[in-house]
């Protein structure tokens, strides 16, 4: 978890030590003893905490293999009724996704690692590890139940990318030849359907979620 921006590389080590120090015993810290299993803050007091020292507006989950809509809001079922949410409690905390938080704007975006790949400058900093940024991993401890016994689990969460590249420049990738997906709406003979020349129908993040929370 490094960056050349001095603002961002303080948000990751604040988020660190939250992480690793904070639930841990000062006592035996200040006595030189180790851990053998050091504490990790709940799910619950980290999401919190990340939502407040990032400034998390608004949240947006990608959906990589949507042409119209290659990011969905995140929407939550509570007593019959649906409702968008921008807390990022809702947002699905697993080993394989990328929490990109675009920190001028407030905003995070839960990314699949197969929506990374078909963004070039996030594929050569997050994927092929170019250039001296990296992400930070989350961890937390989860509580679990086994024949009525209560245990604390360490869990593996999302990497954390803080930037702040404009979101325009995010351009998409273009597909390679062999990848051969037919718009086959409306089309009654489907060996007639053009063949889609870009994975979205926009050029950049930007434009998607502006047209997509426009609409």
Same mark, same amino acid.
């Given at each position: 978890?490094?960056?050349? /921006?001095?603002?961002?590389?303080?948000?990751?080590?604040?988020?660190?030590?939250?992480? &690793?120090?904070?639930?841990?015993?000062? /006592?035996?810290?200040?006595?030189?003893?180790?851990?053998?299993?050091?504490?990790?803050?709940?799910?619950?007091?980290?999401?919190?905490?990340?939502?407040?020292?990032?400034?998390?507006?608004?949240?947006?989950? $990608?959906?990589?293999?949507? &042409?119209?809509?290659?990011?969905?809001?995140?929407?939550?079922?509570?007593?019959?009724? @649906?409702?968008?949410?921008?807390?990022?409690? /809702?947002? @699905?905390?697993?080993?394989?996704? &990328?929490?990109?938080?675009?920190?001028?704007?407030?905003?995070?975006? $839960?990314?699949?690692?197969?929506?990374?790949?078909?963004?070039?400058?996030?594929? $050569?900093?997050?994927? /092929?590890?170019?250039?001296?940024?990296?992400?930070?991993?989350?961890?937390? $401890?989860?509580?679990?139940?086994?024949?009525?016994?209560?245990?604390?689990?360490?869990?593996?969460?999302?990497?954390?990318?803080? @930037?702040?590249?404009?979101?325009?420049?995010?351009?998409?990738?273009?597909?390679?030849?062999?990848?051969?997906?037919?718009?086959?709406?409306?089309?009654?003979?489907?060996?007639?359907?053009?063949?889609?020349? @870009?994975?979205?129908?926009?050029?950049?993040?930007?434009?998607?979620?502006?047209?997509?929370?426009? &609409?």
């Amino acid at each position: 978890m490094t960056s050349n /921006d001095k603002e961002i590389q303080t948000l990751y080590n604040k988020i660190n030590n939250f992480i &690793y120090t904070t639930f841990n015993d000062g /006592d035996d810290e200040a006595e030189g003893k180790v851990q053998e299993h050091p504490k990790k803050p709940k799910f619950w007091d980290l999401h919190v905490y990340l939502q407040k020292i990032l400034g998390i507006e608004k949240i947006w989950q $990608s959906n990589s293999i949507n &042409y119209k809509k290659p990011f969905i809001e995140v929407r939550v079922h509570k007593n019959d009724r @649906t409702y968008c949410s921008n807390n990022i409690k /809702d947002l @699905t905390w697993g080993e394989n996704t &990328y929490f990109v938080v675009f920190i001028e704007y407030g905003l995070l975006i $839960s990314m699949t690692i197969n929506m990374i790949r078909k963004v070039p400058i996030l594929r $050569s900093i997050l994927l /092929d590890e170019n250039g001296n940024d990296k992400p930070l991993r989350l961890k937390y $401890s989860s509580q679990l139940y086994r024949n009525e016994d209560e245990f604390q689990m360490i869990m593996e969460g999302p990497k954390l990318y803080i @930037t702040r590249l404009p979101l325009h420049s995010l351009l998409f990738d273009k597909p390679n030849d062999d990848w051969y997906i037919r718009e086959c709406k409306n089309f009654h003979e489907e060996d007639k359907a053009p063949i889609l020349e @870009t994975y979205f129908k926009y050029n950049n993040i930007e434009e998607a979620i502006v047209n997509i929370e426009w &609409y």
